[in-house]
């Protein structure tokens, strides 16, 4: 991780066999509100970048206390061929049955951008990696909406999933991927420079209150 001269936070990697955390856990947490980050993720095949959140309480194991990812993407796999990242999605993770692990009751939501509710066959032309993109949360105590750039891709509510009652902590991460058999493994000849550039990080406590203390 390092700072730019133009105060952006860098998540990179000089190694092929690490990756790049950033975690406010311990400092900051919060349960409730709009919670969005702007930033350009990487265009190497092999990185999986990712903004999420997870329970700030050691004690309670995942996916138990529910996991809320923001944004997550790759260059890769089935959601994004030919190498580009075209399409991003954010995963609600919890257990029905407060179980840990990834068990017969770990549950899973998801809608993949820029199609709409889970819907997968829309044909993006945006390269996630060519620009900085607002990427967006708002959680209730009854729902959760994902938006990027202000468009909303997908929503869930208390009715269909079970949404999470804990204050969460932020994670940005850069992680290379290693497994060839599930993405192109990352070449550092080819890209020697790959990272997550968040040029902030927001968090509001409600849609309509001023920005609270979490800004890179």
Partial sequence: ?????????????????????????????????????????????????????????????WPAGGEIDIAE??????????????????????????????????????????????EKSCHPTTNLADAFHTYTVVWTPDKLEWMIDGDLYFSTNSTVEQIPTRPFYFILQAALVLNPEYHTRFDPARYPVSFLAVSYTHLRAHETDSYLVCRL
């Avoid at 952006?8 to 990756?19: E, Q």
């Avoid at 030919?82 to 809608?111: D, I, M, N, Q, T």
Wanted: aromatic share 12%.
């Fill in 1 to 61: 991780l390092h700072w730019t001269a133009d105060g952006r936070l860098n998540a990179s990697s000089g190694h092929i066999n690490t990756s790049s955390v950033w975690r406010s856990g311990g400092g900051f947490s919060q349960r409730y509100g709009k919670f969005e980050v702007r930033a350009r993720v990487p265009g190497a095949p092999g990185i999986s970048p990712a903004m999420w959140m997870m329970p700030d309480d050691a004690t309670v194991c």
């Fill in 73 to 118: 993407t790759t260059c890769t796999g089935g959601q994004n061929p030919g190498g580009v990242p075209r399409f991003a999605w954010g995963p609600l993770h919890y257990s029905s049955a407060g179980e840990c692990g990834a068990g017969p009751h770990h549950k899973a939501a998801s809608g993949y951008w820029p199609c709409k509710y889970g």
